[in-house]
């Protein structure tokens, strides 16, 4: 059974900085793509990024040049680094194992002035 943990939402002010968590159990974490998708209040969710076994990142244009995605296999975890966080960028943020049907529950983030 895999399970997916995110953590590190929170609330922030425009223009600030989080770091989002996923920590993986019951799957060779290190064979496998993974993602960060988002959902926001009416909206479709969506691929934020994503990262291959072997580090590649690819990102969606609304947060490319912002957000960084990477892993450390040792601990399982997959990262996506936040920075200059625009109003825009609130949602419930996912984490799944690529193509998969492995989600994990969600965290939130909301931007807020």
């Known amino acids: 059974q895999v399970d997916l943990v995110e953590s590190g939402g929170g609330l922030v002010q425009p223009g600030g900085s989080l770091r989002l968590s996923c920590v993986a159990s019951?799957?060779?974490?290190?064979?496998?793509?993974f993602a960060w998708y988002r959902q926001a209040p009416g909206k479709s969710r969506e691929l934020v990024a994503r990262?291959?076994?072997?580090?590649?990142?690819n990102y969606a244009n609304s947060v490319e040049g912002r957000f960084t995605i990477s892993r450390d296999n040792a601990k399982n975890t997959v990262y996506l680094y936040m920075n200059s966080l625009e109003l825009e960028d609130t949602a419930v943020y996912y984490c799944r194992q690529w193509l998969t049907d492995y989600w994990g529950q969600g965290t939130q983030v909301t931007v807020s002035s």
């Open positions: 019951g799957v060779v974490f290190k064979i496998f793509t």
């Open positions: 990262i291959t076994s072997s580090g590649t990142p």
